[in-house]
């Protein structure tokens, strides 16, 4: 596989396949406190994109400052650094093609009284400040986050045997 830089991103490049994208995912505190990450990793599998990265991190109020960013200044921002750094996360780097839309439509609504029955949040997320899950919400977020929470050699790039049953690789 070749790949090229595309605002920060890694995107694989092959022929006239599908583009591969990279996302990066978090199990938040709650699902950790409440042992959901399993159920989390189970179901992105099953929509088929692929782990890329895996670890278990605290977040310090550093890197939470960081990752959260475009929050400076709302309302809830400290209610957010609380959070996230109460208890560990189990951070996620997740890759195939349209991997960010397809997670977050796994996920779904950010609010999960909002959230449709079959996703993530819609089963299992009662409230919108513990949702259970971070997904980045596009390409370009993708590539700044998991530059935040992984080195370049902790991802790994790999293809199924069955991939052409899943996405017409």
Same mark, same amino acid.
């Given at each position: 596989?070749?790949?090229?830089?595309?605002?920060?991103?890694?995107? /694989?490049?092959?022929?006239?396949?599908?583009?591969?994208?990279?996302?990066?995912? %978090?199990?938040?505190?709650? +699902?950790?406190?409440?042992?959901?990450?399993?159920? $989390?990793?189970?179901?992105?599998?099953?929509?088929?994109?692929? %782990?890329?990265?895996?670890?278990?991190?605290?977040?310090?109020?550093?890197?939470?400052?960081?990752?959260? /960013?475009?929050?400076?200044?709302?309302?809830?921002?400290?209610? %957010?650094?609380?959070? $996230?750094? /109460?208890?560990?996360?189990?951070? !996620?780097?997740?890759?195939?093609?349209? +991997?960010?839309?397809?997670?977050?439509?796994? !996920?779904?609504?950010?609010?999960?009284?909002?959230?449709?029955?079959?996703?993530?949040?819609?089963?299992?997320? !009662?409230?919108?400040?513990?949702?259970?899950?971070?997904?980045?919400?596009?390409?370009? /977020?993708?590539?700044?986050?998991?530059?935040?929470?992984?080195?370049?050699?902790? $991802?790994?790039?790999?293809?199924?045997?069955?991939?052409?049953?899943?996405?017409?690789?």
């Amino acid at each position: 596989m070749r790949y090229i830089k595309d605002n920060g991103t890694r995107i /694989s490049v092959r022929g006239d396949g599908p583009v591969t994208e990279r996302t990066l995912v %978090l199990a938040k505190p709650d +699902a950790v406190a409440r042992g959901l990450t399993g159920e $989390i990793i189970s179901r992105l599998e099953a929509r088929g994109v692929r %782990l890329a990265g895996l670890k278990m991190i605290w977040i310090d109020e550093d890197l939470a400052k960081r990752h959260y /960013s475009a929050h400076v200044g709302k309302p809830f921002f400290e209610g %957010l650094l609380k959070y $996230i750094t /109460s208890l560990p996360v189990v951070a !996620m780097v997740w890759e195939g093609p349209s +991997a960010v839309s397809v997670v977050r439509s796994t !996920m779904g609504a950010t609010n999960p009284a909002q959230a449709q029955p079959g996703t993530i949040r819609g089963d299992f997320g !009662m409230d919108i400040s513990n949702n259970l899950v971070h997904g980045s919400d596009s390409v370009e /977020s993708a590539g700044r986050e998991i530059e935040l929470f992984f080195k370049e050699e902790e $991802i790994y790039s790999w293809k199924r045997p069955h991939e052409k049953y899943i996405t017409g690789e």
